[in-house]
Nanobody, 124 residues
Framework: QVQLVESGGGLVQAGGSLRLSCAASGRTFSNNAMGWFRQAPGKEREFVASISRSGLSTRYADSVKGRFTISRDNAENTVYLQMNSLKPEDTAVYYC?????????????????WGQGTQVTVSP
């Protein structure tokens, strides 16, 4: 079983940047596609970004395209989400997730394990 621990969240002003990290334990990490999702109060969990096992394929939600970048370091068992030009509407709890597959997915239902989440708050 892979366990995920997110870090890097916090409070930032609009236009600022944050870098989220997701550290994984377990030997299967490098064989799994990974994703970031977020959930704002009163809203459903939504897809943010996903990356394939190799890191060569990525996909982004339209709302973050051009501002966020997902990456991974399989040697360090870590996935990152670089968030630039943050907006108040990016405020949410951000979750890292993994799936027992090589390919990326935008559906939370297709992910097998999740982190506990990290809060990101963007002030106007």
């Amino acid at each position: 079983q892979v366990q995920l621990v997110e870090s890097g969240g916090g409070l930032v002003q609009a236009g600022g940047s944050l870098r989220l990290s997701c550290a994984a334990s377990g030997r299967t990490f490098s064989n799994n596609a990974m994703g970031w999702f977020r959930q704002a109060p009163g809203k459903e969990r939504e897809f943010v970004a996903s990356i394939s096992r190799s890191g060569l394929s990525t996909r982004y939600a339209d709302s973050v395209k051009g501002r966020f970048t997902i990456s991974r370091d399989n040697a360090e068992n870590t996935v990152y989400l670089q968030m630039n030009s943050l907006k108040p509407e990016d405020t949410a709890v951000y979750y890292c997730a993994g799936r027992y597959s090589l390919s990326i997915s935008t559906s939370p239902l297709e992910y097998n394990y999740w982190g506990q989440g990290t809060q990101v708050t963007v002030s106007p």
